[in-house]
């Protein structure tokens, strides 16, 4: 969630000490970071970069001007598509004071307005802002001042959206990225609303010094919102499936490198080696290179090795398809440092560098695999296009007792097949399979309601806690205690029914 983040008052050389920490500059943008701008109820995720156009609601300009203020600053966007910050002007009040009672004698037959659309064109050619044109199609309105105050404050909203360029510039943070995923691009998150996965941040209990395993294919979203949630500390496993975990929304949230350091990666389709104990580190290196050549491009390693020549020919047409392209809603500069090395370098160059990155990241998988084999972490989140119950199944082993995981699917179905499974398999308590309800509302004066539109829904969660198992009893030490006790309870039964038999005449 955005917190607020409040400066104290200036403190002499002590402030401006605490201003050079790297922390204390998050207030203020910078070249290079990540930002989110906003207009009304609209979001879009991008990069700051010098003299690079940027379009966002049918409107194009630069970011330059933003560097150097702080976030949440409010822009208007000029003719030369710079960004100029907006003063604060008093509202129209003069003009809103007079109101009908109601709008019963308005008639809309597209005549109350004198200003015609060329009169707007030309008064925007001359560089009045939107602002003052607002102003006079209030002014050239017949019917505005029969209109009552609420129609009035929605037509001066109306106009305001039309033609006033303004936009917000924001820090990004879990709430901020996830509206605007689920508005824009639904698809590529599976589906899931805002408040499902602050409910999945919540009961998977994710906090500061954790051990988390997530499981996503939601472009990052669920990733990132966790790292947010840890701040740098603690580990997180990323389990991913294909040729390498996609991270589009992870990049969004403007992390530091230091982030990254506690993030490691692992396949998936090397899970099942590791819970068998048969996974072997040395497999690695040539196996990643060959799946990467071969679901790219179609090449076998083996034909790698005819020639240096043709195997420097063939790895560089792999390395240009195995950047995958990042699910993003136009955010920039896609793999910077495939450009610079493109520009800068040769190809030799960047082949060396690219095994040298294949290398790390085979490193930082053994480590991963390490991690997995304690066994011991904090919790799991899954949150995948999949069918859940293989996953969970598999997954959980690595989880300790009494930890937290939860699973999210866009449909009920798949979760109640998992529901079965786990309480089938055992060792775990208080399955809880829910789906929340969300609803928003208009909180203004005289005018609070629901909105009429709503959300139909955001998705399913299954959530539950990991115990141990007891498998110290084997089931042939219960079989001969009943054999050894309940016979001799009949017995004594039998021999007093005897003895009584007895007794009679």
Not at 44 to 73: C, M, P
Not at 222 to 248: K, T
Not at 325 to 345: A, C, L
Not at 384 to 400: G, K, M
């Amino acid at each position: 969630m955005e917190g607020a983040k409040g400066e104290g008052p200036a403190g002499g050389g002590a402030m401006e000490k605490c201003m050079e920490e790297p922390g204390q500059q998050d207030y203020h943008i910078r070249d290079g970071d990540f930002v989110v701008l906003k207009r009304e109820d609209v979001f879009k995720a991008v990069q700051v970069q010098r003299r690079k156009k940027v379009t966002f609601e049918k409107q194009w300009f630069f970011l330059d001007n933003v560097i150097g203020h702080s976030y949440g600053t409010t822009f208007e966007v000029s003719n030369s598509g710079n960004l100029q910050p907006k003063k604060m002007m008093e509202e129209i009040t003069s003009e809103t004071k007079e109101a009908g009672i109601d709008n019963r004698n308005i008639v809309d037959d597209g005549k109350s307005q004198k200003l015609t659309q060329d009169d707007i064109k030309a008064l925007k050619d001359k560089g009045i802002k939107g602002e003052e044109i607002v102003q006079q199609l209030i002014e050239n309105s017949t019917t505005f001042r029969d209109k009552t105050e609420f129609a009035q404050d929605k037509y001066i909203k109306k106009k305001k959206k039309k033609y006033e360029a303004i936009i917000t510039v924001v820090k990004p943070s879990t709430r901020i990225l996830s509206i605007m995923y689920y508005a824009r691009e639904p698809g590529k998150i599976n589906y899931m609303r805002y408040d499902t996965l602050a409910q999945m941040l919540t009961l998977g209990n994710i906090h500061a010094g954790n051990k988390m395993v997530v499981m996503e294919t939601c472009a990052g979203l669920v990733l990132g919102a966790v790292m947010e949630r840890m701040g740098g500390f603690g580990s997180i496993i990323q389990m991913y499936p294909g040729g390498g975990p996609v991270r589009a929304a992870t990049t969004c949230f403007g992390f530091p490198k230091s982030f990254f350091n506690s993030l490691y990666e692992f396949p998936l389709g090397k899970v099942n080696s590791l819970l068998n104990g048969t996974f072997s580190s040395k497999a690695l290196p040539s196996e990643s290179i060959s799946v990467s050549i071969e679901e790219n491009n179609g090449i076998l390693l083996d034909d790698l090795q005819t020639s240096p020549k043709e195997k420097e020919e063939n790895i560089t047409e792999v390395i240009e398809n195995n950047h995958p392209q990042q699910e993003t809603m136009e955010i920039i500069s896609q793999e910077p440092e495939f450009k610079e090395h493109k520009e800068r370098g040769s190809k030799k160059d960047y082949i060396q560098e690219f095994q040298r990155k294949q290398e790390q990241q085979k490193k930082r998988q053994i480590e991963a695999a390490a991690l997995l084999s304690e066994r011991n972490a904090d919790g799991l989140i899954i949150a995948s296009r999949y069918h859940p119950t293989p996953l969970a199944l598999s997954l959980l082993e690595f989880v300790a007792p009494s930890r937290p995981f939860v699973i999210y699917c866009h449909y009920k179905e798949p979760l109640v097949e998992c529901y079965t499974k786990l309480r089938e398999k055992g060792g775990v308590i208080n399955l809880r399979l829910s789906e929340t309800w969300l609803r928003n509302y208009q909180v203004l004066p005289d005018r609070s309601h629901p909105k009429l539109i709503m959300s139909g829904g955001g998705g399913y969660l299954l959530s539950g806690i990991t115990v141990a198992n007891d498998k110290q009893k084997p089931e042939t030490c219960t079989l001969e205690s009943q054999k050894t006790e309940e016979p001799t309870a009949k017995k004594r039964k039998i021999q007093e029914s005897d003895s009584a038999l007895g007794d009679l005449p």
